[in-house]
């Protein structure tokens, strides 16, 4: 009923830059939170940042000042820029939100995932 669709993952050289997009359809009628997540082989999938729909904004400390998180409500879309990208960034990255569908509550969403690779 609802998907979120991630794109532009890909590989990139260390220090470069890389911008994900994901986006909700479906049946939407509200969109609390959109976010992403990252995973790596023999990992738990990671916060790596969340925003509001007011704005509020969270990152993980360890992509704080290279990764900005915005969001376009009206699009029910997310963004996720990442600079001076390192190899440790290498992973899936996941899109995922919480929205409220039309039974008037509140579930949480995962897209497919998109690969980043970060290597010379």
């Known amino acids: 009923q609802v998907q979120l669709v991630e794109s532009g993952g890909g590989l990139v050289q260390p220090g470069g830059s890389l911008r994900l997009s994901c986006v909700a359809s479906g049946s939407i009628f509200g969109i609390n939170v959109m976010g992403w997540y990252r995973q790596t082989p023999g ?19 360890s992509v704080k000042g290279r ?5 376009d409500n009206a699009k029910n879309m997310v963004y996720l820029q ?8 290498t992973a899936d990255y996941y899109c995922y939100a919480i929205i409220r569908g039309r039974s008037n509550f509140y579930n949480t969403y995962w897209g497919q995932g998109t690969q980043v690779t970060v290597s010379a």
């Open 82 to 89: 990442m600079n001076s990208l390192k190899p440790e960034d």
């Open 43 to 61: 990992k738990e999938r990671a916060l790596v940042a969340i925003i509001t729909s007011g704005g509020t904004l969270n990152y993980a400390d």
């Open 67 to 71: 990764f900005t998180i915005s969001r």
